[in-house]
């Protein structure tokens, strides 16, 4: 079977380097483009160092990109749905890795990104790209939008308690998320240089974080199509903290949430094993000893995994739920091309089965 052609429009950032990473070592996908405009002529492996001898790829011009099978943009906020139509011109499947198509509501786009939606006729043209939520969809999808890395962590903690509909619908959904450096991206700045970054705790956004939007979009996606009488999104909504931490890779999303009725361990076990029993990259992490018993970001770098977990408080009301992931894979680039694999009828497993390390 010939490999489909692949172009990768932005290619010098850490998620355009993980793209070209996986697909390297894809058996159906060829990256044939990779574009830039500060490297053009410059050799990817130049910019993404760990890929020398892997690939001789030469950074091109967006403009000088030519018809591929498939297009990944990873491109700024707002740069892929202003030129939409170029791109898809050019494929006949596109996943954006921006945030440009996640939000189905434009209303909702409009409040998070300050501005309205300069493409609003594409937007229901893509499927979110979360294989977890959107399956079925994304099959049948031509188009696939990227997933927030925050929200991708905190959605797959607190999914099994939305399906269940045990969540009081009067108290808030709270996420705790703890990230690393790399989710500043590949560019320099004050806060990501080395001696105000080392060692930092810093609450970058202590209030308000963008993803929360696509939390509460999962929360009535699944109270809307999965079962008819769940209870929607709590009237307190969904708040996030984000917070840098001394890491690279990673996000931990701890997400504090509150029950309709008190519940027994045992039933959050059932929640957890009836959501995810057939997910092949989700994995629950909840052991009785030892240094790894909870999920832990460190372990997952490079990996599509996502590890989750949770704890019950001792009456039973409230539930606190836990997800690590690699913000660079699961949260960005390893998603995108699970997406790829479920579009085109390929194993969604195919070039992403790398566990991740340890130590």
């Given at each position: ?7 990768i429009i ?170 690393g450096s ?160 479920l579009m ?16």
């Amino acid at each position: 079977m010939a490999k489909l052609s692949c172009a990768i429009i932005g290619g010098t950032g850490y998620t355009g380097g993980e793209l070209l990473r996986i697909l390297s070592f894809h058996p159906h996908v060829e990256v044939a483009q990779i574009t830039s405009r500060s490297r053009v002529g410059e050799y990817a492996h130049v910019v993404h160092p760990n890929l020398r001898g892997v690939t001789a790829l030469q950074f091109v011009r967006p403009e000088d990109v030519t018809k591929a099978d498939v297009l990944f943009l990873c491109l700024p906020h707002g740069e892929a749905a202003t030129q939409i139509e170029r791109w898809t011109g050019l494929a006949d499947r596109i996943v954006d890795l921006s945030a440009d198509f996640r939000l189905r509501d434009l209303g909702a786009y409009e409040k998070w990104y300050g501005s309205a939606h300069p493409a609003p006729q594409w937007v229901d043209r893509f499927t979110y790209g979360l294989p977890e939520l959107t399956r079925d969809q994304l099959k049948n999808a031509r188009y696939a939008s990227g997933v927030g890395c925050n929200a991708t962590a905190t959605n797959l903690a607190l999914m099994p308690m939305v399906k269940t509909g045990w969540l009081d619908p009067s108290m808030p959904v709270i996420a705790d998320v703890k990230v690393g450096s790399s989710e500043a991206g590949a560019e320099s700045t004050p806060a990501s240089h080395h001696p105000e970054r080392s060692g930092a705790v810093r609450s970058y956004a202590p209030a308000g974080h963008r993803h929360a939007a696509e939390v509460e979009q999962m929360m009535r996606m699944l109270s809307a199509s999965l079962t008819p009488t769940l209870t929607p999104p709590g009237r307190g909504g969904v708040h996030m903290t984000a917070t840098s931490i001394e890491m690279v890779r990673g996000v931990l999303a701890t997400v504090h949430c509150f029950l309709k009725e008190p519940a027994q361990e045992k039933a959050l076990w059932k929640a957890f094993r009836d959501c995810y029993r057939n997910e092949p990259f989700v994995r629950i992490v909840k052991a009785g000893a030892g240094i790894f018993r909870a999920p832990e970001p460190k372990i997952l770098a490079g990996s599509n995994y996502a590890d989750v977990g949770f704890a019950l408080s001792e009456d039973g009301r409230k539930a606190t739920l836990l997800c690590a992931i690699d913000n660079l894979m699961k949260g960005a680039a390893g998603s995108a091309v699970q997406c790829l694999n479920l579009m085109c009828g390929f194993d969604e497993r195919t070039g992403l089965e790398f566990p991740g390390l340890h130590p």
